[in-house]
Nanobody, 124 residues
């Protein structure tokens, strides 16, 4: 089992930045790959970014590529999502997820554990 807790969400103006954190506990952190997803009101949950268990391979959704950066600190059992140049369309609840796969996974069905989510609101 893996427990995940997100933090760092909030209200920011367009063009601003936020850094989300996701602290993991339970199963050995270095055995799991991590991902970030988001869900806007009335929309399905969508992939944002992912990172493999070593931190050397990442994937991003086209909509955030070049603006968002995912990273992990295995010593702290924490994964981060740095979000720059935020846009109103980035407004959503952001979820951290963990996968038993060692790879950087982009498919939501590959994720086994989920956090409760943190709200990000970008004002225009």
């Amino acid at each position: 089992q893996v427990q995940l807790e997100e933090s760092g969400g909030g209200l920011v103006q367009a063009g601003g930045s936020l850094r989300l954190s996701c602290a993991a506990s339970g199963r050995t952190f270095t055995w799991i790959s991590m991902g970030w997803f988001r869900q806007a009101p009335g929309k399905e949950r969508e992939f944002v970014g992912s990172i493999d268990l070593t931190g050397t391979s990442t994937n991003y959704a086209d909509s955030v590529k070049g603006r968002f950066t995912i990273s992990r600190d295995n010593a702290k059992k924490t994964v981060y999502l740095r979000m720059d140049n935020l846009k109103p369309e980035d407004t959503a609840v952001y979820y951290c997820a963990a996968s038993n796969s060692p790879r950087s996974e982009v498919v939501i069905g590959q994720y086994n554990y989920w956090g409760q989510g943190t709200q990000v609101t970008v004002s225009s």
